[in-house]
């Protein structure tokens, strides 16, 4: 378990994760500290559970609610600040911080903002796009209607703002930017209330973000009133993952997750877990990284009512590989309430675990199962000539780790092994 780093109910800590390699960021919604519900967040590393930097909010800052969502990429971490009233109640802002420092680079605040406009209900980062870029969901900007929604675009050094986005579609009470993704310089943004499948059935845009444009728009090929499609999602390597935890797919609730290809906008596949149960909500959170889907269902019941657990899926495989459940958890922890995933660090955030007092939060880091991916001898889950290289050398040398067929010799049937399972891919 990470630990928060004050005793106090109602902080909230694991409100929003954010993993990078070998480090968890999570935030802390609740925090008194800087005023009443300003919010902070933390980062972690993630092996030895150490406090690394805090990242706090303006002073005075009550009801700001830094850290209502948080991203996190090359050592520079991007926080949602929704209640900021600095452009009128409940406005919002996100703030941007050196990651190891905590040192504040930007506090964004757009221009054309009004209140009530809930800017900082997402926020996603690539540092590393044409000299880098953030995005910052809008969620009830009134540009095009009251709460259509709408994603501004900054210069995460500068603060320089580069452009805002609205679907072509644009429709009332849609809150376009309550959810988005970047990868590869597609950008996916949700609208969870979307009409376009009955009443607030949700969907998702892709957009271009050399060109700035919609290039596709995602739905389900079994949407559904009130599935709330589009309320969490994640992209990795030209798959968008997409939460819908209102599908009833074995009951009122039960929740799903969706697979598209970003080049298509065609639906791969739909996840639901083998142990599905009505009002369980799969699909609150989702991560995906290097072939590995990490998907949040904080209402499940295992270690008693909400306690809530997560769901480890393979995006090539399309099959259920692990549930995760903590080992000390109780009812009402909310266990998957956020999910975060890089390399082999996962980070899943209980805002409801009262260990600290009433809804004081917790977080918990797991490692991805070895056996995820058996040939990725190398563990940076990449099967390439390093995997081949480290399997030939432990042969020569009869280690254990080439025993492929767990025999306890060393022969032509383990190389087999070996290679099929090599040809056959991580997950």
Request: hydrophobic residues 40%.
């Amino acid at each position: 378990m990470v630990p928060p780093p004050e005793d106090r109910a109602f902080d909230r800590f694991g409100y929003a994760m954010a993993a990078g390699t070998n480090v968890i960021a999570v935030t802390a919604n609740g925090n008194d500290t800087r005023g009443v519900n300003a919010g902070v967040a933390y980062l972690y590393d993630a092996t030895t559970r150490q406090r690394l930097a805090t990242y706090w909010p303006d002073e005075g800052s009550n009801n700001g609610n830094l850290g209502y969502s948080i991203d996190y990429d090359s050592s520079v971490v991007a926080i949602g600040a929704t209640g900021d009233d600095q452009n009128g109640s409940n406005h919002g802002a996100a703030y941007l911080y050196w990651g190891f420092s905590g040192d504040r680079i930007q506090k964004l605040v757009p221009g054309d903002g009004n209140a009530g406009d809930f800017f900082g209900a997402s926020v996603a980062l690539d540092t590393g796009f044409k000299g880098g870029i953030v995005a910052v969901g809008s969620s009830f900007d009134d540009d095009n209607g009251t709460d259509t929604g709408s994603v501004y675009l900054f210069d995460p050094f500068t603060g320089v703002s580069l452009g805002k986005l609205h679907p072509n579609d644009p429709g009332v009470g849609h809150a376009f930017g309550n959810a988005m993704a970047i990868d590869d310089g597609i950008l996916a943004v949700g609208a969870y209330r979307s009409d376009s499948l009955g009443y607030r059935s949700g969907a998702v845009y892709l957009f271009d973000l050399a060109t700035r444009t919609q290039i596709a728009k995602l739905l389900p090929d079994d949407g559904a009133p009130s599935n709330y499609f589009g309320w969490s999602i994640a992209m990795h390597n030209g798959i968008v993952a997409v939460g819908a935890w209102g599908h009833a797919a074995v009951g009122v609730n039960s929740g799903a997750v969706y697979l598209f290809d970003a080049s298509t906008g065609n639906q791969i596949t739909k996840f639901v877990p083998d142990d599905a149960e009505p009002e369980d909500r799969f699909g609150y959170s989702v991560s995906m990284d290097k072939g590995v889907v990490l998907i949040g269902s904080y209402h499940d019941d295992d270690n008693g009512e909400d306690s809530g657990a997560a769901y480890i899926f393979g995006a090539s495989s399309l099959n259920q590989l692990y549930k995760l459940i903590p080992s000390q958890g109780t009812a009402d922890d909310l266990f998957g309430r956020s999910v975060a995933i890089c390399n082999n660090t996962i980070g899943i955030g209980s805002i409801g675990d009262s260990v600290f007092g009433d809804s004081s939060g917790s977080a918990q880091v797991f490692t991805v199962p070895a056996d995820i991916c058996p040939a990725d001898l190398t563990g940076d889950r990449l099967l390439d000539f390093f995997d081949i290289s480290e399997f030939l050398t432990a042969f020569v040398q009869k280690e254990p780790s080439a025993d492929f067929n767990g025999d306890g010799m060393y022969n032509f049937f383990d190389v087999s092994a070996f290679l099929q399972l090599f040809n056959t891919g991580c997950p």
